[in-house]
C-alpha cells in the first residue's frame, strides 16, 4: 500500500466504525396494539347471536395513519415517535379491535372469520374517523362518524358520530396506547348498542354528537 492510499484507507475504516457504533446507539423498536388483552376472549354471559358482523375497512387521515405514533405535547405541537411503532397499519388496528369489541359485546362472529351463506343475517359496521389524538399527559382521544346498516334482516340502520376521551395520569407510552384501547372498546359499545336496538347514549368518555336513521 502506497503513502497516499494509507490515509483513505484509515478514514474509511474510522467512517466504517463510526456508523457501526451508531447502529448499536439506536433505540430499541416497540410495537403496539389497538386489541385488548381480552380480545381473544369470548363474551360472558352473552349468547350467541342470531346474525353475524361485518366491519367494514376504517377510514382514517392520512396525518394519523402513520407507522410511528404521532403524539400532541402540551404546547400543541405533534412528536412522531419513530421508535414506538403500530404493528400493523393503523386503519387494520382499529378494524380489528372494533371486530373483537363487537364480537364479545353481542356474542356474533366476523364475516372474516366465518364466510356468510347466501341470505346470511348480516349487520355491516362502517366507520370514518376523523380525529385520533394522543395527548402526551393529557389524554386519548377518537373522534369518528360511524355506520350500522341489516343486510337480509329487519332493523333500522343508523348514521351516528361520537367522541370518545380517555385520560391519562402520566406522560408514558403504554398509558397512551391503554387509554385508546379504552376508547374504541367504548366505541364500540356504543355501535352494539345501536344494533341492539337500543339508543347509543353518551357516557363519562363518550360524547355522543347525534344519530339520524339511515334511509334504505
Given at each position: ?117 347466501p341470505g346470511a ?52 407510552v403504554p398509558s397512551l396506547i ?39
Open positions: 500500500m502506497n503513502g497516499a492510499s494509507r490515509p483513505r484507507a484509515a478514514l474509511a475504516a474510522l467512517v466504517l466504525a463510526g456508523a457501526l457504533a451508531a447502529c448499536g446507539s439506536s433505540p430499541p423498536v416497540h410495537y403496539y396494539t389497538l386489541q385488548t388483552p381480552a380480545a381473544g376472549q369470548a363474551a360472558q354471559g352473552a349468547p350467541a347471536a342470531s346474525f353475524l358482523i361485518e366491519v367494514l375497512p376504517v377510514s382514517i387521515s392520512t396525518q394519523a395513519d402513520q407507522p410511528q405514533l404521532m403524539v400532541r405535547t402540551g404546547d400543541g405541537s405533534v412528536s412522531a415517535l419513530y421508535s414506538e411503532r403500530w404493528s400493523s397499519p393503523l386503519g387494520d388496528e382499529l378494524r380489528g379491535a372494533l371486530s373483537d369489541a363487537l364480537k364479545r359485546e353481542l356474542g356474533a362472529l366476523d364475516v372474516q372469520v366465518v364466510k356468510p351463506g343475517p348480516v349487520w355491516r359496521v362502517q366507520t370514518d374517523v376523523q380525529r385520533f389524538e394522543l395527548v402526551s399527559g393529557s389524554m386519548a382521544q377518537l373522534d369518528a362518524t360511524w355506520r350500522v346498516r341489516p343486510v337480509n334482516m329487519k332493523g333500522s340502520g343508523l348514521l351516528c358520530r361520537s367522541v370518545v376521551t380517555e385520560p391519562v395520569s402520566d406522560d408514558a391503554a387509554a385508546q384501547q379504552r376508547a374504541v372498546v367504548s366505541l364500540a359499545g356504543a355501535m352494539a348498542s345501536a344494533i341492539r336496538g337500543q339508543s347509543p347514549a353518551g357516557s363519562a368518555s363518550v360524547q355522543m354528537m347525534g344519530c339520524s336513521a339511515l334511509k334504505d
